[in-house]
């Protein structure tokens, strides 16, 4: 079964600081996708970040840039500098090449503080 | 450039009725999933729609149904409504193929079943 864990329910971090969101997945494919969503208060889904399982550099985009270790099955996700408006639920998700049925862990509730 | 629009944005039933709920893909999309959202958890796939038919399905029975028009718009049917399918549904728009998994969340529709 493919399975995605989020081990931080609720996270909170002063603003400017940097925080790590953890995130671990069980699969016995080869090639998938990892991804890092954002769903602010108002609800609608946001991809933050992507890495491809075959690439072994580091995804970053901007603030956002993750720590991902194959072999572990681990994918962490950085926030640098954070902002007020970084607070809201995080999911990680995973998704194998040729399959549609997108796997996401239960969320971690991020909060940042002024 | 429209993303993703779902509609209605909430909605109440009683238990033993049906639902429709609509999404329209974002722009030069052809391929809607839809998900389910309890409270509390990540997303759950339900189905995918590519050329008007169900291209693959997760864990979700029969009860659920859903329907893609020429235009790329869907739909999502649910039969005789339980309690437990009170959540938020989230549809997600991509290009069909092999760039599939770079979806296009909308804002949700949030079902109450009582």
New interface residues.
């Given amino acids: 079964a493919q399975t995605?864990t989020q081990s931080q329910p609720e996270m909170s971090v002063q603003e400017a600081e940097t925080v790590t969101l953890s995130c671990t997945y069980d699969t016995s494919e080869n090639n998938y996708?990892l991804f890092w969503?954002k769903q602010p208060p108002?609800?609608?889904?946001?991809?933050v970040i992507?890495q491809e399982a075959y690439k072994q550099q580091n995804a970053t985009e901007n603030r956002f840039s993750v720590n991902f270790q194959k072999a572990a099955k681990s994918f962490s996700l950085k926030i640098s500098d954070s902002q007020l408006g970084d607070t809201a639920m995080y999911?990680c998700?995973f998704?194998p090449y040729n399959?549609?049925?997108?796997?996401?862990?239960?969320?971690t509730r991020l909060t940042v503080k002024p | 450039d429209a993303g993703v629009t779902q509609s209605p944005t909430h909605l109440i039933k009683t238990r033993g009725q049906q639902v429709t709920l609509r999404c329209s893909p974002k722009s030069g999309h052809d391929t809607v999933?839809w998900?389910q959202q309890a409270l509390?958890?990540?997303?759950?796939?339900i189905f995918?729609y590519y050329e008007e038919e169900e291209?693959?399905r997760?864990n979700f029975p029969d009860r659920f149904s859903g329907h893609q028009f020429p235009n790329y718009s869907s739909e999502l049917n649910v039969n005789a409504l339980l309690l437990g399918d009170s959540a938020?549904y989230?549809c997600?728009s991509s290009l069909g193929g092999v760039r599939?998994?770079?979806?296009?969340?909308?804002?949700?529709t949030r079902l109450t079943v009582t």
């Avoid at chain 1, 108002?42 to 991809?47: G, V």
Wanted: proline share 4%; hydrophobic share 35%; no cysteine.
């Fill in positions: 995605v996708y969503y108002s609800r609608q889904m946001i991809l992507r999911f998700a998704i399959n549609n049925d997108m796997r996401f862990g239960a969320g | 999933s998900y509390g958890q990540g997303p759950q796939f995918q291209r693959q997760g938020l989230l997600a599939s998994y770079e979806q296009y969340f909308g804002p949700g």
